[in-house]
Every structure is written in structure tokens, then in C-alpha cells.
């Protein structure tokens, strides 16, 4: 066998759950409350998302295992590889890389969005042309294509530098949040009266915090990116189930915090009427001023960098762990000389990424809400692979090298399993709070196309490659003996 390429052990603890709640707030938490209190009123929304932390935290027991047991570069697609074969693993490989990208490249995009509506005349120079309703400037394009190229660079030079300022913008994040929602409880235009009715009108209580559930589950992705990172843990893997804990009751307190901090601003069935661009914004600017505002845009900004620098990690080892693997070009899995990162990996995620702003932002959300099918198909197999390697009781079939004899662990894994289908059924059946549009269906239906179609190519290469070999390659030894 060849010589297996590894990444070198440098993550820190703080740098992992930095990676893992970046990830998981992105633009959104700042972006969406109006939207989510619409659907839901106030209190359906904090509710909705509490329970949706908690689906999180039982799929993050079987996240857990499998960290702790085969600390690899490639995470869910090694684990489909485990749990089901080859084929299994492209699968779930291919569909991740899609989605990682598709968040990189809407962060980026969310970036100049933030710009559109606090210097809209900065930004609306140099009309190209119009997607889908959305006028193209050739300024958000700049814009969200130095964002890129920076974290591109700075993950380029080594974990270090990425690790650390992922770090620091978690924590200038969270102190943000914070202070805004203090600002705005001392407020005497603002209070718990503006959070009335907690629930619209026109739905029951129970219909409304379903409606948030439904969707909740798909704004804590990012948590899945820490097994990517295993292989360059520098403390045990046995630490990571509680940082992906802890990373999740961070998101689920900043998502609840400016939901609240929104309800409480303003009246919100006034806002929701108002069809505003960013009503998060506009309510902290006419209720505090520009210094409130700018507190909202530093933690924004903080959110899309953490996004955009998260997922660019965790692309990246996805395609360094497939290509060592012999699936996708051996390219992929080259070392930089000096910083040995995977660079040509996170050069190509950049490259792919800086294609996105061209078409719009209404035609990016077209593929990243498609994007869920593929997190949602990670999440199936990282739980059913961590069911079968879980055990009951001690039976013939036991080897103690994979297994751990764990009932309640094991029905986690079978729970978590089945949330992830009901996730999946949530996206595809029509009439589904989640249901995705038309124009997410055919961008579906196309990238499923392409993978048949890649798959069918490679096919015959990598059945000759032996299961012993794409053991060692993927998880560094070889096939475990049952």
C-alpha cells in the first residue's frame, strides 16, 4: 500500500467549538427573526428552537462515538464508508461537499447583503443584470469576493491562523449579542409588552412552534463540521461530544436572544407588516441609533466571517479526505510545502465559491436550501453507523476494538436515525412547513444527475481498489476483523 497523507495535529479545543458555533449561527440568526416570528410569534419561535437544539443533541451522540473511534479527516463520509460501503460513502460525500460549499458561498453573499442595507448607495453601483428578480451589482460581487479570498488565504497559511481568528470572532459574537440585547431591555420604548400576542393569531399554539421545528434543525448546521476536523485535533477525540454540546446550547442562546431582543423593539405584528429588507436592523436603528446598529453589524459580521471560515475548513478536509481515498483526483489530498494544509482542497472551494455571487443571491438560496437534503443524509448515516456499532449486550458479533456496549447509546443512534428521516420527509414532501420550492427540486434533480454520472465513471476504478487499502485510507488501519 501507499504511503496515507496526514494532516498535521494542531486544533485546539477552543478552536474546535469556535468552528462548531460559527458554523451553526452564520447570517441567519441576525437576518431571519422577523420571518421566524412571523411564522411563529415569539414565544412558538424560542420554542421551536429549544426542541430543535434538542433533536440536535441526540444525533450528537452518535457524532460523538464515531469522533472518539475513528478520529479522521472525512467525518460523516467515512462513517457511511463504515457503516454501509463505497458506494454509500460517495454518496453521502458528495452531497456534503455540495452543501459546505453552497453555505461558504451564501455567507459570502450575506456579506454584502449586510452592506445593501446599511450603505445602500455604496452598493447599488454598476448594475449588471437581473436573476430571478434580483438585480446583480457589480459591487456585492467585489465585495463578497475579497471576503472570500481572505479566509481563503488565511486558511491556506495554517489551522493556526484560522483556528485562532475563528476563535475570537466567536467570542466578539457572543459579547455582542449581549450587549445589544441589554441596550435594548433598558429601553423604555421596548419591553415584554411588544412580545404580545406570543403566538399568531391565526394559528394554535401547538401549529406554530411545529411549523418552527420543521426548519429549526437546518439553522444548527455546522455542528457536523467538528468530525472533519478529528485528525487535527492536538487533545483527545474523547473531548469532542462535549464541545459539540456545548456549541449547541451556545447557538440555541443566541438565536433565542435576538429573537426575544427583536420581539421586545418593536411591536412585532407592526414589524411583520411592514415587509422590511432586514427588520432586525431597522428595529435597532430607529430604536437605539446608529451605535446600536453598529453593534448589530459587528455581530452579523462576525456570524458570516465564522460561517464562511468554518465551512471552508471543513470542505476542504471533505475533499482532502475523499481524494486520499482514491474517489475524487489525487490533487485534492496534496499538502501545501509549508503550511502542509490542504490547499489545492480550499483553493477549489474558493474558486467554486467566487462563481456563486454572479447569479445572485435569490438563485444561490435555490441550491443551499437543496443543500439541506445532503446535511440531512449525513445525519442518517453518522446515526445508523453508530447503531450498528453500538451493542445491546455482549453477543457473538462483539469486538471490542469498534464496538461499545451501550443500550441508551444505541437508542439514541436508532432516535437520531430516525429524526434524520423525518428531516429528510420534512424537505420532500409537499405541503411540509420545509417542502423545498421548484427551482430547489430541479437544482436537486441535477446535482443528482451529475453524481450518477461521476459515480458511473469512477465506478470501475474504485472496485478494484481492496477493502483492506480503502480501510487504511480512510481510517488509517486496516479492515477491523468482526
Not at 486558511?155 to 475570537?168: A, L
Not at 475548513?313 to 485534492?332: D, G, Q, T
Amino acid at each position: 500500500m501507499e504511503q496515507r497523507t496526514t494532516l498535521k495535529k494542531s486544533f485546539k479545543p477552543q478552536w474546535v467549538w469556535a468552528i462548531a458555533l460559527g458554523s451553526s449561527i452564520g447570517w441567519g440568526a441576525f437576518v431571519q427573526p422577523t420571518n421566524w416570528i412571523a411564522t411563529a410569534g415569539p414565544l412558538g419561535s424560542i420554542i421551536g428552537f429549544g426542541i430543535g437544539a434538542l433533536l440536535m443533541m441526540v444525533i450528537a451522540v452518535s457524532y460523538g462515538f464515531l469522533i472518539k473511534s475513528f478520529p479522521v479527516s472525512g467525518g460523516e463520509f467515512a462513517y457511511a464508508f463504515i457503516g454501509l460501503g463505497r458506494t454509500h460513502a460517495f454518496i453521502c460525500g458528495w452531497f456534503l461537499t455540495l452543501g459546505y460549499i453552497c453555505i461558504v458561498a451564501l455567507n459570502a453573499s450575506a456579506f454584502a447583503l449586510m452592506f445593501k442595507f446599511v450603505f445602500p448607495s455604496f452598493i447599488e453601483h454598476l448594475h449588471l443584470y437581473e436573476i430571478a428578480g434580483w438585480n446583480v451589482y457589480a459591487t456585492e460581487i467585489i465585495l463578497a469576493s475579497l471576503a472570500l479570498l481572505l479566509f481563503g488565504y488565511l486558511n491556506v497559511r495554517g489551522n493556526g491562523f484560522s483556528g485562532r481568528i475563528q476563535f475570537i470572532f466567536c467570542v466578539v459574537m457572543v459579547v455582542s449579542v449581549l450587549a445589544l440585547a441589554l441596550l435594548i431591555g433598558v429601553q423604555p420604548e421596548a419591553g415584554f409588552n411588544n412580545v404580545q400576542p406570543l403566538f399568531p393569531p391565526e394559528k394554535t399554539a401547538l401549529a406554530a412552534i411545529i411549523a418552527i421545528v420543521a426548519i429549526a434543525p437546518w439553522a444548527y448546521v455546522g455542528f457536523d463540521n467538528v468530525p472533519q476536523l478529528a485528525e487535527e485535533f492536538n487533545f483527545s477525540s474523547k473531548k469532542a461530544f462535549n464541545l459539540i454540546i456545548i456549541a449547541l446550547i451556545f447557538a440555541a442562546f443566541l438565536y433565542i436572544i435576538m429573537i426575544l431582543a427583536t420581539a421586545m423593539a418593536h411591536p412585532w405584528e407592526q414589524l411583520v407588516d411592514q415587509n422590511l429588507l432586514w427588520g432586525t436592523g431597522t428595529v435597532v436603528s430607529n430604536l437605539i441609533g446608529n451605535f446600536g446598529l453598529l453593534i448589530l453589524v459587528i455581530a452579523v459580521s462576525m456570524g458570516i466571517f465564522t460561517g464562511i471560515n468554518g465551512f471552508i475548513v471543513s470542505s476542504s478536509r471533505l475533499l482532502f479526505a475523499m481524494s486520499r481515498a482514491k474517489f475524487i483526483p489525487e490533487a485534492f489530498s496534496k499538502l501545501h510545502p509549508k503550511y502542509n494544509t490542504p490547499y489545492v482542497s480550499i483553493i477549489f472551494t474558493i474558486i467554486i465559491s467566487l462563481l456563486a455571487p454572479w447569479f445572485g443571491r435569490q438563485a444561490l438560496t435555490w441550491v443551499v436550501d437543496m443543500s439541506s437534503i445532503g446535511v440531512t443524509i449525513a445525519y442518517f448515516y453518522t446515526c445508523f453507523t453508530a447503531y450498528k456499532l453500538f451493542k445491546w449486550n455482549m453477543d457473538s458479533d462483539f469486538n471490542p476494538t469498534i464496538n461499545e456496549i451501550s443500550p441508551s447509546k444505541k437508542l439514541f443512534a436508532l432516535l437520531g436515525s430516525i429524526v434524520s428521516i423525518i428531516f429528510l420527509c420534512l424537505l420532500l414532501i409537499p405541503g411540509s412547513p420545509a417542502f423545498l420550492g421548484i427551482e430547489s427540486r430541479i437544482s436537486l434533480l441535477i446535482w443528482i444527475i451529475l453524481g450518477i454520472i461521476f459515480y458511473l465513471i469512477k465506478r470501475n476504478e474504485l472496485k478494484v481498489i481492496p477493502e483492506d487499502e480503502l480501510h487504511y485510507l480512510i481510517l488509517g488501519k486496516q479492515k477491523y476483523q468482526k
